[in-house]
């Protein structure tokens, strides 16, 4: 079993007692506030717009910044001009819960995406009602008609979705939703093999002939030096995911602006 066959089925296992059931019925009462387009911020002005993640652990990392909280890392990303945050809430393999969302989007004004394994419609109800202006949806993760299923409801629900994928098996998939729903979907490509935990940059730039558009193309993992994201941007990539090499750096927000700063 891989890790990423590990992850899903823990997820599975335990979802029925992992779920905040009055974050699910928040979000199922359909009264939630609107949300913040997270597609809009990764359009905004700028040469490279970056989603910076808060994470204390990983599969591949390990422990990362343990004990930390949202509120020491995240206003900070804001400044440093992080145009959304990603949080994770999973809580055995990356020590995230739904609580770090909720003080993420009390923290800041910028659009914020939930990361977890997403796999059951009542988590995108979960995260509506914890405060969650997008998710993340992993294509390899929803075999078949599950994908149809969890992007129509997202799109329902007024989330913004971050589809990933990892190689081009899966690209045809997500192409449907990124060309049919330019405004609420965005295409992730993981740089990081979610079953053998290797990453390497050169990944997304041999899928670079299958993308119609990079410029809508989200980078993820791998990205750590100024000349990482001056590299995405000569092949007309503008957006990454970055968060385990700043959660790293003893101040998080100084390490994003000098990353932008030297793209």
Known sequence: ???????????????????????????????????????????????????????????????????????????????????????????????????????????VAIPVLRKDFVVDRRQLLEARGAGADAVLLIAECLPGQALEDMMGEALALGLDVLLEIHDGEQLPRALVWTEQHPRHVRLGINNRNLRTMTTDLGHIEALLPQLPNPSSVVAESGLREPEDLARMQRVGIRNGLIGEHLMRQPDPGAALRGLLSGS
């Open 1 to 107: 079993m891989t890790i990423l066959d590990e992850i899903v089925s823990e997820t599975r296992a335990t979802l029925e007692s992992a779920l905040d059931r009055t974050a699910v019925a928040a979000g199922a009462a359909g009264d939630a506030p609107p949300t913040r387009s997270l597609i809009d911020a990764l359009n905004a002005p700028g040469s490279f717009r970056v989603i910076a993640e808060f994470k204390r652990k990983s599969p591949s990392g390990g422990e990362i910044r343990p004990g930390s909280t949202p509120q020491e890392v995240v206003s900070a990303y804001e400044s440093a001009g992080a145009a959304a945050i990603s949080c994770l809430t999973n809580l055995t393999f990356f020590g995230g819960t739904l609580n770090d969302l909720k003080a993420v989007k009390d923290s």
